[in-house]
């Protein structure tokens, strides 16, 4: 299927309308982009004239629209344009649609701060914003990790740098140095240590 994708640079006309259907989430908005030209006999930027488009977005886009976009943001719409025509009071009318498969904040005309929604956390897509936060309380502190009498934390795996001791560690090691010794016998003689050793 031949499919027109464009991609366009301008202003939200219009706040975002949300609303909840069968497959899921569905919002629109108006965006308006407006071509800006030079011209010579003033010396000076001037506006072209302003084009409207409807935009549509479904399920995940649609729900972080609502909570991202105001009226009159600058914005970078990319999606497949869509030409319709229909008869309104009588007259034929043609409307231009774009089925958004990505929108983001234009960062030529500011700055934009990212927010990954976390499934379970509606908040992050309303909006109103997420939750208040308890009167005292950092919404960025992050909870330490208990220690032992010690003073030794433990992560989720036991004692840091390593699993907590069994009492199956020493059965190990002396299963370790009878294989060793074992070794040592059907081999060659041990090394003496150096404090055996006779010096001239």
Do not use: C
């Amino acid at each position: 299927m031949n499919e027109t994708l464009v991609t366009l640079v301008g202003n939200a006309a219009t706040a975002v309308e949300f609303r909840d259907t069968a497959t899921g989430g569905m919002a629109r908005f108006r965006f308006a982009v407006t071509p800006r030209r030079w011209d010579r006999a003033k010396e000076a930027w001037a506006d072209g004239h302003t084009s409207f488009y409807t935009v549509w977005a479904w399920r995940t886009l649609a729900a972080n629209l609502t909570g991202s976009v105001a009226v009159g943001e600058p914005l970078v719409v990319h999606g497949r344009l869509k030409v319709r025509e229909e008869e309104v009071e009588g007259q034929r009318r043609t409307f231009v649609d774009i089925e958004a498969v990505a929108v983001g904040h234009d960062l030529t005309r500011g700055t934009a701060a990212f927010r990954r929604v976390v499934r379970g956390e509606p908040g992050l897509t309303s909006r109103y914003g997420p939750a208040p936060v308890a009167a005292g309380a950092d919404p960025w502190a992050v909870r330490e990790a208990p220690e032992r009498p010690g003073g030794e934390p433990v992560g989720e795996d036991g004692p840091a740098g390593g699993a907590e001791p069994s009492e199956e560690a020493p059965v190990r090691e002396r299963t370790a140095a009878r294989r060793r010794t074992v070794r040592q016998k059907g081999g060659a003689a041990p090394r003496k240590p150096d404090s055996d050793l006779v010096t001239a």
